[in-house]
């Protein structure tokens, strides 16, 4: 298990001098069977949205934001000392969901790992690779609809950064109890949509604590639960059905501000997937829910995306993977 997990006690802050005219946040750690109608896009502001998914789900479908989503799945694994789950797999799962599984980067290393398993992967959007392994395969349907697998059917069922996607958890969660084979697993795992947190004053009155709550603001009134965290998705598996439920929080510095290496490194890693990332969160919500103009949502992102940079603001979010067990 990585170090960070493990940590209970403050993060501590790298003093070391660091220009506030520096903006790449530390260059040393920087790196550099469908049918057509769903391939569909609509562009606005400079990004490009899924047609199908308009109104269902508010974070772009590009390259840029692929991209993205490729480098999210790189931190979260770093985050947990390079483990794809924390699930306590014995042996290759005969069935594997991943649900909402984006860009499938997740779907095809499991697919690697696991060549005992099958795993399926899916999603509103086609943005998965036409080439695959054998034992992997990418469907492209709506998780919030009845769900069309047979019931007891999953051995795993894996489901990453969906919270800005679903809208009834409950319902979701029902879904996934049926569709597991008895003695199945289920792996959840969320990051904090509603605030930040530091340890020192350090992120009050800051851009990025302003750019958190407009954010949480404009999710709650577009119809999403702000609060999934880990004891929320504790209760709603509980009351699906699981049982044996783990909650294993982690923290993700937001900018390369840490002392102790592995946390920078975390911490640089998340400063770049928030290069775009905060955009990518905000910029519809901003203009299209809270009705901000293009040129105050953009100003309010550079200045958060500052923050992160220049490693003055010591703030933290919390991402939970939550492991639960079908009975037998
Ligand atoms: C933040 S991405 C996470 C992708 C992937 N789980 C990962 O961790 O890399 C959320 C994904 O959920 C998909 N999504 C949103 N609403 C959905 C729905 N109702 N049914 C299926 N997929 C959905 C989006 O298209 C997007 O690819």
Redesign the pocket.
């Known amino acids: 298990m990585s170090a960070l997990l493990a940590q209970t006690t403050e993060i501590e802050v790298d003093s070391t001098p660091f220009s506030d005219y520096e903006t790449d946040g530390g260059s040393e750690l920087s790196t550099q069977s469908l049918s057509s109608s769903i391939r569909e896009h609509v562009y606005e502001n400079g990004r490009r949205y899924?047609r199908k998914?308009a109104g269902?789900?508010f974070?772009p479908?590009d390259e840029t934001e692929q991209d993205r989503?490729d480098l999210?799945?790189h931190l979260?694994t770093l985050v947990r000392g390079g483990a794809l789950y924390m699930a306590p797999l014995r042996e290759d799962p005969a069935r594997v969901l991943?649900?909402?599984?984006?860009?499938g980067?997740?779907a095809l290393d499991f697919g690697d790992i696991h060549p005992g398993s099958e795993v399926v992967g899916?999603?509103?959007?086609p943005?998965q690779p036409d080439w695959t392994f054998p034992n992997v395969k990418f469907e492209c349907?709506?998780?919030?609809k009845d769900w069309t697998w047979k019931l007891n059917h999953f051995n795993y069922i894996h489901?990453?950064?969906?919270a800005?996607?679903?809208k009834d958890w409950s319902r979701y969660f029902t879904q996934c109890f049926r569709h597991t084979a008895p003695g199945g697993y289920i792996e959840i795992?969320e990051y904090a949509l509603d605030r930040l947190w530091s340890d020192d004053d350090t992120l009050k009155d800051s851009a990025l604590e302003k750019f958190m709550a407009k954010f949480s603001e404009g999710l709650s009134k577009s119809g999403i639960n702000v609060h999934v965290d880990g004891e929320y998705i504790k209760k709603g598996l509980e009351e699906a059905g699981f049982t044996d439920v783990q909650v294993h929080p982690a923290r993700i510095p937001c900018g390369a501000w840490p002392k102790e290496p592995n946390a920078k490194r975390v911490g640089a890693t998340q400063h770049l997937n928030l290069q775009t990332g905060l955009e990518a969160h905000g910029l519809n919500i901003f203009t299209q829910v809270l009705e901000m103009t293009v040129e105050e949502a953009n100003e309010l992102i550079a200045a958060a995306l500052k923050d992160v940079e220049r490693r003055k603001v010591h703030s933290y979010t919390i991402v939970w993977n939550v492991v639960a067990r079908k009975p037998e």
């Not at 991943?98 to 860009?103: L, R, S």
């Open positions: 899924h998914s269902q789900y974070l479908s989503l999210l799945h979260y991943d649900a909402g599984t984006g860009t980067v997740w899916v999603d509103l959007a943005i349907d709506d998780l919030e489901s990453r950064a969906l800005t996607a679903i795992v």
